[in-house]
């Protein structure tokens, strides 16, 4: 095939062009935001889930210190009707047996005061324990809230790139000879279409052409439309090839 140099040249414009449409494409697909956004996403699922499990802990121990409470009331309630009890004794056996009894709730009585204060200590931990998940919860979902808008952003400015350089590739395409274009089309779908070949190296592939090839291309007229035997692109050829 053969076409003007102009032409050929042109084909790097639109080479360029749909380079940007796809980077665009991509960009307005996956924002660079995308990924710390799916690990927040699994962040706070993993965050509601311990917040969960630590607002129960907080829960049962409180229920305990509850319990804990109403016992201790009711050893409290018999030392006191005890102790009347044993202050209008005249019996000197029942006296005895009331003291014992006395002995035993004062012992009841320290115990639970001591298991009291422990429970109060495990649900002081565990209600630290939820403060400081609530903490992580909201900076994560802040965090998140921030990059959405972000995201929301970004591809919003990628769509609007890839409709820009696509009417401008639309332009540019429009100057192109069709039967050149159509042909650029067909190799774009495995190869850059077209690139510029600098300093006898293909500019699709980067690959520097072997010395039998740079012989083929010095001998082709500058209207024939040649490509690279390693990618397959055409070969814009300028003063800076290298031939």
Request: aromatic share 0%; charged share 30%; glycine share 4%.
């Amino acid at each position: 095939m053969n076409a003007s140099p102009d032409d050929q040249r042109r084909l790097l414009e639109v080479a360029a062009l749909d380079a940007r449409i796809r980077s665009a494409a991509a960009a307005a697909r996956s924002p660079e935001q995308a990924a710390r956004i799916s690990e927040l996403m699994q962040a706070r699922t993993e965050l509601n889930q311990d917040l969960v499990r630590a607002r129960g802990t907080v829960d049962d121990v409180r229920a305990e210190q509850r319990r804990l409470d109403d016992d201790l009331k009711v050893v409290e309630a018999r030392i006191a009707r005890d102790t009347a009890r044993l202050a209008d004794s005249a019996n000197a056996k029942e006296a005895q047996n009331l003291e014992h009894e006395l002995a035993a709730l004062a012992r009841r009585k320290s115990d639970l005061e001591d298991a009291d204060l422990e429970a109060m200590e495990r649900a002081e931990a565990a209600e630290e324990i939820v403060a400081g998940l609530e903490a992580r919860l909201r900076e994560v979902n802040e965090e998140g809230v921030s990059l959405s808008a972000a995201a929301k952003a970004a591809v919003s400015a990628a769509q609007a790139d890839e409709a820009a350089a696509t009417r401008d590739r639309e332009a540019v395409a429009s100057t192109v000879a069709s039967d050149l274009l159509g042909l650029y089309d067909k190799l774009a779908q495995r190869s850059a279409g077209a690139a510029l070949l600098t300093r006898q190296t293909c500019g699709g592939c980067h690959m520097v052409l072997a010395g039998s090839d740079l012989s083929a291309l010095r001998a082709a007229a500058p209207e024939s439309v040649v490509t690279c035997p390693e990618c397959g692109c055409i070969l814009v050829r300028t003063e800076e090839s290298g031939l």
